[in-house]
């Protein structure tokens, strides 16, 4: 019998005769006990990566709950095979794996590739979450945030560039023009 508490304090746990008991004040915290077995570990995602079984990895490691890991999985996967990973993800993990998204994407420079990503959630999973969309709610929030946030970012350093290349082309144009009347 023991009771423990996490260095934050939101979450603690006991250990009674019944077995461990998990608690938390966020409710985005997932445990997912019944697929965790002793198979389930961070070298085994890291096995199954090398392998070439990224849905495996990336199941894995949404179970073990680990943002590094889930992080590592997602930036691993080639461009070519999202869309099958993302079909080999169940709907229990869909809210999860659009909060791991929406949070590697933040600071990532590769802003094609997550939104290839989200692209093929809503494209395989989309009518499912449209259905259950307060269930999904939240993490939508949290990508629509960071994408257009991204959006935003994107559109003030073409347009800086698309004013930087028309003053270019204004110079030529004038440089151009100024020898043709010599």
């Known amino acids: 019998m023991q009771v423990a508490f996490s260095p934050t304090g939101r979450e603690w746990s006991t250990v009674s005769g019944e077995g461990l008991h998990v608690y938390s004040l966020d409710d985005d915290m997932i445990f997912d006990p019944i697929s965790l077995t002793e198979a389930v570990t961070p070298s085994a995602v890291q096995a199954n990566i090398r392998k070439g079984k990224y849905g495996m990895a990336l199941l894995m490691s ?7 890991l889930v992080k590592s999985v997602i930036e691993d996967t080639p461009y070519e095979s999202i869309a099958t990973v993302v079909r080999s993800i169940g709907q229990e ?19 094609e590739y997550y939104l290839q990503w989200c692209l093929e959630l809503l ?40 004013y930087s290349l028309d003053f270019l082309q204004n110079q030529a144009n004038l440089l151009l023009g100024g020898d043709d009347k010599e």
Do not use: W
Request: hydrophobic share 35%; charged share 25%; glycine share 4%.
């Open 93 to 111: 993990h869909l809210s999860q794996l659009i909060q791991f998204l929406s949070k590697s994407m933040e600071d990532s420079p590769h802003i």
């Open 123 to 162: 494209q395989t999973h989309g009518m499912y979450m449209e259905k259950n969309r307060g269930k999904y709610l939240r993490s939508f929030r949290a990508l629509f945030r960071v994408v257009q946030s991204r959006y935003v970012d994107l559109k003030s350093i073409c347009d800086d560039n698309k």
């Open 62 to 68: 949404l179970h073990l709950n680990e943002f590094a």
